[in-house]
């Protein structure tokens, strides 16, 4: 799982090549993890720059009444609009986490007001700008993690991480 979170478009030969595994074995094994869902599907990590997209940020949601409809709209509505990247449902003061990449600020400012503070149960809503992200790439149960690739600025992201750069 490790070369393939580092690589997903590696063949199976390399990839069997690495592991010290038959091809035959090698596909099976690839196969029967996908089945049991612990490979979800393969991602391409997209440049956020490249695409225009530079500036990040979290904005922080909190909601009343908190009910299954409303908390499932939300989620709902915040994926279906193109500037976010993430919603996370969580505990503590806030109820959401919404990951969000836009072209500058005034189009983080209209996503904001329209999009998040316009509905009626949203009773705060706090935003945050990214500087930079710090992500661990490689998770595999039950085992230590290691560096899937050295980051471009050793000196702000540890190891086994890569540094996506700021906006």
């Not at 997209?53 to 989620?75: D, N, Y």
Request: proline share 5%; glycine share 4%.
């Amino acid at each position: 799982m490790r070369l393939l979170q580092r690589d997903a478009r590696q063949t199976n030969k390399d990839l069997a090549e690495a592991v010290g595994i038959a091809q035959s074995t090698c596909l099976e094994r690839v196969r029967a993890l996908r089945a049991q869902g612990v490979i979800r599907g393969w991602h391409a990590d997209v440049d956020l720059d490249a695409i225009g997209r530079p500036l990040r940020a979290i904005v922080s949601v909190r909601m009343r009444p908190k009910t299954t409809v409303s908390v499932r709209a939300f989620q709902q509505e915040m994926l279906a609009a193109p500037e976010v990247l993430a919603v996370w449902t969580v505990t503590g003061t806030d109820d959401f986490l919404v990951e969000v990449a836009t072209r500058d600020v005034a189009h983080l400012r209209d996503f904001v007001f329209d999009h998040v503070t316009v509905r009626d149960e949203v009773v705060d809503a706090r935003t945050s700008l990214v500087y930079d992200q710090v992500r661990v790439w490689e998770t595999v149960a039950g085992e230590e993690l290691t560096p899937a690739r050295s980051a471009p600025d050793a000196r702000q992201a540890p190891p086994g991480t890569k540094r996506h750069s700021p906006p």
